[in-house]
């Protein structure tokens, strides 16, 4: 038990380190400000962002933000920060939206492998 409470903190926090590691510093993100122009409402209430900006290139982009929320956290027309990779602007997503599911995904990790520990310690 507390060689499995380990190894799935280990891998829950190994993972959650690399996608912070990924987006923060080996994607060189373009940063630039869109506009909230709609809320894409799903069937639980939860409003997902569709942002518009202009790409360094010059070319208009329209995407729909990834983490939705009840009540949205955005309003139509509200400016936001929006990041995306040089030359993949289809990859662009609002500045932050993911940094929730990396708390929670680390804080799991932690407690799981902080049970690990205490479960190796007490011979469980």
Known sequence: MALFLLGMGFFT???AGYVLFRGN??????????????????????GKPVVR?????????IFTGQAGFNPPAHTVGQP????YPPNRPD??????????FLMVFGGVGAILFGLGVVALVLGW
């Open 91 to 100: 990859r662009a997503s609002v500045k932050g939206e993911g940094n929730l």
């Open 80 to 83: 936001v920060i929006v990041l």
């Open 13 to 15: 926090l190994v993972f």
């Open 25 to 46: 510093y080996l994607g060189h993100y373009i940063e630039t400000q869109g506009t909230v122009i709609d809320l894409e409402i799903d069937d639980e209430g939860a």
């Open 53 to 61: 900006f202009i790409a360094q290139n010059g070319q208009e982009v």
